[in-house]
C-alpha cells in the first residue's frame, strides 16, 4: 500500500489530502487478499518498464493484481507522466501539475510493447487538463507507434473524459484502437465527494459519441462498488451504458489506498459480483467482468477475444 507522502519528490502525493484526518479502514476478508510480487516474471516486466522510463497505473494506482499481471509480463502503461491534474477521492496517483509531454513517449511504449511480446496492450494516462486536447493527439500518437512497431497487437486505450476539450474524442476515435475504455468509477450521486473534478452524464455522452464516430468500435467501461453506493443505484447505471450502446462493463471492488482517502465502506461478497454480472448479461452487455478483484486492464487480453467472439455468435 502507498503511503501518502511521495518521500522521493520530498512533498505530499496527495497534496489535497495530506491535511485530512485519517479515515476508518476496514478488515480486509479473505476473498480480497493477494499474494506479494516476487516472481522472476514480475521482475523482467519491471525492468522493461524502467529501461523504457515509463509509468504504469499498476503501480501508481497500486493495483492488486500486479503480481499476477506483471508475472505474465502484461502492464498497463499510463502515458503524459504520472502527476494528475484531478483529485478524485478514491485515486492513489499524484495530485498536481504536470509537465510538458515527452515527444518521444509514443516510441518507448511501442518498444517495451515489442520486448514484452504483448498480443494486446492497454495504454491509459493522467488527466491532462492543463493541455488544449487533454492529451487526445498523443493517445492517438501512442496508437500509431504502436501499430507500426507491434502491427499483430490489438490496442485498447483507457481514457480520461477530455471534459471540455473540443474535438479530442473524434481525434482518439479516428485512430482507430481495437477497445475505448472510459470508466464511469461510480454512481452519480456519489459524483460530488468521489470524483469531484468529473461530470456523470459528460462520460456517459462520451461512451455514446465514441459509437456515434465508429459503430464498430468496441467500448468498455467500470465501476468500483463500496464507496457508499446502492445496488438500484448501481442496475441505473447499467441502464445508463447500455443506451449508450457500451459492449462492456466491469465491477471490481474498492480498496482504500491510504487512511486519506474515501473510505472503504463495504466489501461486497463474491456471490453478489456473480449476481450483478447475472444482471448485466439480462440487460444486453456482451461482456461482463464482476468480482472483487476485477480491475479495467485484467485480463483484457483474453476478455479481448471473449468480445470479439461475444459479438460473432
Known sequence: MTVVLDNTAGRPRHPEKAHRPDSAALRKPDWIRVKAPVSKGYAATRDIVKQNGLHTVCEEAGCPNIGECWDKKHATFMIMGDTCTRACAFCNVKTGLPGALDPNEPAHVAEATAKLGLAHVVITSVDRDDLPDGGAQHFAQTIAAIRTRCPGTTVEILTPDFLRKDDAIERVVR??????????????????????????????????????????????????VGLGEERNEI????????????????????????????????????????????????????????SPLTRSSHHAGEDFARLKAARGA
Not at 178 to 200: C, I, K, M, Q, W
Open 235 to 290: 442496475l441505473q447505471v447499467m441502464d445508463d451504458l447500455r443506451s449508450a450502446g457500451v459492449d462492456f462493463l466491469t465491477i471490481g471492488q474498492y480498496l482504500q489506498p491510504t487512511r486519506k482517502h474515501h473510505p472503504v465502506l463495504r466489501f461486497m461478497p463474491p456471490d453478489e459480483f456473480k449476481s450483478l454480472e447475472t444482471v448485466a448479461y439480462a440487460k444486453g452487455f456482451l461482456m461482463v467482468s464482476a
Open 175 to 224: 485512430a482507430k484502437p481495437d477497445v475505448f475504455n472510459h470508466n464511469l468509477e461510480t454512481v452519480p450521486s456519489l459524483y460530488l465527494t468521489v470524483r469531484p473534478g468529473a461530470r456523470y452524464f459528460a462520460s456517459l455522452r462520451l461512451l455514446q459519441q465514441v459509437k456515434e464516430i465508429d459503430r464498430t468500435m468496441f467500448t468498455k467501461s467500470g465501476i468500483m
